[in-house]
């Protein structure tokens, strides 16, 4: 598997730059493998097509909020598209990163036993409990023969 980012090396947006910057970054300080495709450089036609037509976010700027196409960076695990750099960052502050990526599966969510037992219905008295449960029940009998 191969995280691809896909980047201009020709933009004219400082953001874009940016975010094509503190992409490569944030990969590089968590040692992430990645491959660089810049789709303004001669012969990468058909990479920049393959881009466009699979991403699934334009990676809107400040500048352009709704653009006409794809902006990068955009990043893929081979073919299957991850994100653009809005769920990349997102990702990144949630400490979310290799699952946002596909390196990892989704860690399941932890119950603790407690929120299993209260889920299921089966709520454990606590300690004592019983005596309490039986003094109760006691007095309800006494209630009912008055």
Same mark, same amino acid.
């Given at each position: 598997?191969?995280?691809?980012?896909?980047?201009?090396?020709?933009?004219?947006?400082?953001?874009?730059?940016?975010?094509?910057?503190?992409?490569?970054?944030?990969?590089?300080? @968590?040692?992430?493998?990645?491959?660089?495709?810049?789709?303004?450089?001669?012969?990468?036609?058909?990479? @920049?097509?393959?881009?466009?037509?699979?991403?699934?976010?334009?990676?809107?700027t400040?500048?352009? &909020?709704? &653009?006409?196409?794809?902006?990068? &960076?955009?990043?893929?695990?081979?073919?299957?598209?991850?994100?653009?750099?809005?769920?990349?960052?997102?990702?990144?502050?949630?400490?979310?990163l290799?699952?946002?990526?596909?390196?990892?599966?989704?860690? &399941?969510?932890?119950?603790?036993?407690?929120?299993?037992?209260?889920?299921?219905?089966?709520?454990?008295? !606590?300690?004592?409990?019983?005596?309490?449960?039986?003094?109760?029940? !006691?007095?309800?009998?006494?209630?009912? !023969?008055?």
């Amino acid at each position: 598997m191969v995280i691809k980012v896909y980047i201009s090396g020709m933009s004219g947006s400082k953001e874009v730059k940016k975010r094509q910057q503190r992409v490569s970054m944030i990969m590089d300080s @968590k040692h992430i493998p990645y491959t660089i495709i810049d789709i303004t450089e001669p012969g990468q036609e058909a990479e @920049k097509d393959f881009m466009q037509k699979n991403s699934e976010h334009n990676g809107s700027t400040i500048s352009d &909020p709704t &653009p006409r196409h794809p902006l990068p &960076p955009q990043l893929f695990n081979d073919s299957e598209y991850c994100g653009d750099y809005d769920d990349f960052d997102l990702a990144n502050e949630i400490d979310n990163l290799e699952v946002f990526l596909k390196l990892e599966a989704p860690k &399941p969510v932890e119950v603790s036993p407690a929120d299993e037992q209260q889920k299921n219905g089966q709520n454990e008295p !606590e300690e004592g409990g019983d005596q309490v449960t039986a003094a109760t029940e !006691e007095a309800d009998d006494e209630n009912k !023969e008055n």
